[in-house]
């Protein structure tokens, strides 16, 4: 089995209901509930909070416990988290950064991720899509080791 944590950062735990028409209808849940149903063989840790704080504990508890591999959705906090960019780092994070919304059609403030640097990759404006593939990129290629 391998372990592989899912975290979503803030407001992302209303999708389904948050401005469908940039976002999607579906939900955080039903986002979980594919990548339970397409990955079998991947025990997922899911967290979403919309606190920058509680969310670098988790990356630090899923460390500790060895989970290293992590699809993340920062929210705005793409645009704005040293912190968050530094505890990925920090921990040796496998990190692939997933955005529903492509967002270098958005909002300039949107375009510049503090976060890609330390990810592995970015995935960005493919919807609830971009977590298959982070999930599939992280159990095909990312390190063996971590
Ligand atoms: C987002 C894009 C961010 O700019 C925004 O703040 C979000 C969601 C996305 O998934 O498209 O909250 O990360």
Known sequence: MTD???MNGPNLGRLGRRQPEIYGHLGLADIERDLLGEFPEVTFHFF???HEGRLIDQLEAWADQGIRRVV?????LTHTSYALRDAI?????WVV?????????????RAHSVIAPVARGQISGLGAL???????????EAGVEA
Do not use: M, T
């Open 72 to 76: 993340l959705n920062p929210g705005a």
């Open 130 to 140: 971009g977590y298959r593939l982070a999930v599939r990129y992280l159990l095909d």
């Open 89 to 93: 780092e920090g921990l040796e994070l």
């Open 4 to 6: 592989i944590g899912v």
């Open 97 to 109: 950064e997933v955005h529903l919304s492509n967002i270098y059609r958005r909002e300039g403030f």
């Open 48 to 50: 979403q909070s919309n």
